[in-house]
């Protein structure tokens, strides 16, 4: 209701407007009730905090926490505007240390919500429950001395349904949920975090000693083995992390983590930064990947500029901006020195997957076939991979004459006078990939179930993703099967595929999956998961092949018209014409 004061036009809103129109600001959709909660439980000391969602936070939010509790004095003063127990002073916005600070949460949802708080301090022989309704406290009583919070959220938008009309599927809001708890746990490491959605529980990370421990919970420990860690330091701030290394980038940019004072945040300056230090290291196409933590000075570092707390500001944006740039070059070239009159200590190491490259073309190492072959010296070799006995398909032609390989990675060869090199695995994925897109566009994918069906361990948020789009995938050819909560099977692929590696090929679907709600069409969709499927099922560098497969496999290339970059961007190949051979060496003119 509005009140005004005389005939004016100006009018003084009521406390129930006002509170909705600062919900507005604050609680966007239920994830970002999730957020203000886990920050009140975690700025509470909490050790252990339960969110249990249902219906995508619509319907049910329950935090539990095991932190400090509040007093039956403390309880209702906390769903007051501006009530908190964070701030004493105005001095204390200029050095806040604290997750929360303004005292806009809890009202802000209580407005636009039904709110039940269950509530006890370590001390308190008995606890206390309160009801909040539209913004105005009801029941008080008392409940056991369990020590901690627990506040349900029940109802959310139920008088505001604008708001309600335009959020997304349950899906969707329940994915933004799983992210926000998600950040929180890389946050806070040492805090137990458990999450369910509608009974089931969808991940459980138990405390963790190490930032690396968490991060290997959240992401899974094969996205560290491909990462670099970086670690620098300045008077006043330092940074530390993972970066993804140039050979493993990907257009996707997922992770792409960065956290200021344990503080998840978007900052365009430092992602800047994380760019220009990876520079000409990055191929085309591709994204930068890291998880990140900046300690900044509170007393530099100002957190009020966003309500809901999303955004920083730096007093020195400039050498915050130096500092993570310089320590993510470093890392990339091996820890050379830095520019800074004093260098910051920088870590760095590289962590690889030892295992064999699997590709789809397999060979005998027979005297022929090393004799075809044009290898460089030993230092420079890549190893054999092994694969299985077929070979990839003999067919006569006339017009390509196969010279050999340079280090088991470059085909030579003479496409009529004209002097050929061609990178086999871009060549290969290329053909593929214009294959597959044939295929889908007649609607006649067809796939080849496979003999033992592969399991895969993905991410709770991963495999409610995979979920969300399986009739989707099966339409590409790719029949994948829930196998428990987080599990799943690979049961066929599409026909023409040689032996892909399960477990990395879907860990770049997801990637690419993350990326539909934003692709521009249909076709970008399509096109993003039949490129990975291309390279993931094509000959890789370090597999040895025979003139045969040579010829056959330039032929196919050319069928599909020479095209001289791969579907991620990749060169295919490089050639020499005879009268650029003759020009070279002096004979043109002759």
């Known amino acids: 209701m ?50 249990d969602v249902r219906d995508g936070g619509l319907a049910l939010i ?20 501006h009530a908190t127990s964070k701030l004493q002073s105005d001095l204390d916005l200029w050095s806040i240390r604290t997750m929360g600070f303004r005292g806009e949460a809890l009202p802000s949802i209580a407005a636009v919500a039904h709110v039940r708080l269950m509530t006890a301090t370590r001390s308190a022989d008995v606890g206390t429950e309160l009801e909040v309704v539209g913004g105005a406290i009801g029941r008080i009583a008392e409940a056991p001395p369990i020590t901690g ?32 708890v998600q950040q929180a746990s890389l946050a806070w490491p040492s805090v137990h975090f458990r999450l369910t959605h509608n009974g089931g529980e969808i991940f459980n990370y138990p405390s963790a000693s190490s ?14 083995d491909q990462c670099l860690r970086i670690k620098a330091s300045l008077p006043g701030a330092c940074v530390s992390g993972y ?9 996707a940019r997922i992770p792409q983590e960065l956290f200021v004072n344990r503080r998840p945040i978007r900052n365009a300056a430092i992602s800047h930064a994380v760019g220009e230090g990876y520079g000409s290291f990055l191929a085309k196409g591709s994204q930068p990947r890291f998880v990140l933590f900046l300690g900044i000075d509170p007393d530099r570092l100002d957190v009020n500029v966003h309500p809901t707390k999303r955004e920083v500001r730096f007093s020195d944006n400039e050498l915050i901006h130096q500092l993570v740039r310089r320590a993510v070059r470093q890392a990339l070239s091996g820890g050379k020195a830095d520019e800074f009159g004093k260098a910051p200590f920088v870590e760095s190491s590289v962590r690889r997957n030892s295992g064999s490259i699997m590709t789809t073309l397999p060979t005998s190492e027979s005297a022929e076939t090393e004799s075809m072959t044009l290898q460089p010296g030993p230092k420079t070799q890549l190893p054999l991979v092994s694969e299985a006995a077929e070979p990839y398909v003999q067919v006569p032609s006339a017009e390509v004459t196969a010279l050999g390989q340079i280090n088991r990675t470059f085909l030579i060869v003479q496409v009529g006078g004209d002097l050929t ?52 995938l099966e339409q590409l050819g790719v029949d994948i099967e829930p196998f428990g909560s987080s599990t799943v099977l690979i049961r066929a692929m599409p026909v023409g595929l040689g032996k892909i590696d399960s477990t990395t090929f879907l860990q770049d679907l997801m990637d690419d999956l993350t990326q539909w709600d934003s692709a521009s069409s249909l076709e970008a969709r399509v096109r993003s998961v039949l490129a990975s499927l291309a390279c993931h099922g094509a000959v890789r560098a370090g597999r040895s092949m025979k003139p045969e497969e040579i010829k056959v496999l330039v032929e196919d290339w050319r069928t599909e018209g020479e095209i001289t970059t791969c579907p991620h961007g990749r060169r295919t190949s490089f050639r020499l014409s005879i009268t650029d051979l003759e020009k070279m060496f002096g004979r043109a003119g002759w």
């Open 2 to 51: 509005l009140r005004t004061d005389g005939s004016g036009k100006i009018c003084i809103l009521s406390e129930e407007v006002i509170g909705r129109i600062a919900a507005g600001e604050v609680v966007e959709r239920p994830a970002a009730v999730v957020k203000e909660l886990l920050e009140n439980s975690l700025d509470a000391g909490s050790r252990s905090i339960t969110i």
């Open 62 to 81: 329950r935090v539990s926490d095991d932190g400090e509790g509040m007093s039956r004095e403390d309880a209702p003063r906390a769903f007051h505007r």
């Open 149 to 180: 919070t627990r506040i349900e959220v029940a109802e959310l938008f139920h008088n505001q349904p604008a708001r309600k009309k335009f959020l997304k599927s349950t899906l969707t809001e329940f994915l933004h949920v799983s992210r926000v």
């Open 211 to 224: 930032d690396d421990d968490r991060i290997a919970q959240v992401y899974r420990r094969a996205f560290l």
């Open 243 to 251: 970066i993804v290394d140039a050979v493993h980038a990907k257009p």
């Open 421 to 472: 090199v061609i990178d086999q695995h871009t060549a290969h994925e290329r053909v593929l990939f214009e294959r597959l897109c044939r295929a889908w566009t007649a609607r006649g994918i067809q796939t080849q179930p496979l003999l033992i069906p592969d399991p895969v361990e993905l991410s709770p948020s991963q495999a409610v993703l995979l979920q969300r789009y399986q009739g989707d």
